[in-house]
């Protein structure tokens, strides 16, 4: 009759899992205006309270016409655009990777 080993439990690894794991968040934004656009975000990973002053931080023009901004250890957040006082989108939540919006649509890889 063949016994088999109790199973060992991992705790380095059970600890490992229950942690989320956070990554970045890249967005871009397709913009041929003049004003520099911005994006805010509040809401990150859930959580009520953590937010960025209005109209949020200024965009980097990365490609012509497209804006790229990086959220670091991220899970998810609630989204803005913002173009001066004059524009802004609506809010909408991204869990973390690199998103493309141009035209009131959202891409998980640049159009």
Same mark, same amino acid.
């Given at each position: 009759? +063949?016994?088999?080993?109790?199973?060992?439990?991992?705790?380095?690894? +059970?600890?490992?899992? !229950?942690?989320?794991?956070?990554?970045?968040? %890249?967005?871009?934004?397709?913009?041929?205006?003049?004003?520099?656009?911005?994006? @805010?975000?509040?809401?990150?990973?859930?959580?009520?309270?953590?937010?960025? #002053?209005?109209?949020?931080?200024?965009?980097?023009?990365?490609?012509?016409?497209?804006?790229?901004?990086?959220?670091?250890?991220?899970?998810?957040?609630?989204?803005?655009?913002?173009?001066?006082?004059? @524009?802004?989108?609506? #809010? %909408?939540?991204?869990?973390?990777?690199?998103?493309?919006? !141009?035209?009131?649509?959202? @891409?998980?890889?640049?159009?």
């Amino acid at each position: 009759m +063949n016994k088999k080993a109790p199973a060992r439990r991992c705790v380095a690894c +059970n600890e490992q899992k !229950d942690k989320k794991e956070q990554k970045d968040m %890249v967005v871009h934004y397709r913009w041929d205006g003049e004003d520099t656009p911005h994006l @805010y975000y509040e809401n990150v990973n859930g959580e009520e309270g953590q937010v960025i #002053s209005w109209p949020g931080i200024p965009m980097k023009e990365t490609q012509e016409n497209w804006y790229t901004c990086t959220i670091s250890n991220v899970e998810s957040a609630d989204l803005i655009f913002s173009i001066g006082d004059t @524009y802004e989108t609506a #809010s %909408v939540t991204k869990e973390a990777g690199e998103w493309w919006f !141009d035209q009131d649509t959202w @891409y998980a890889k640049q159009p």
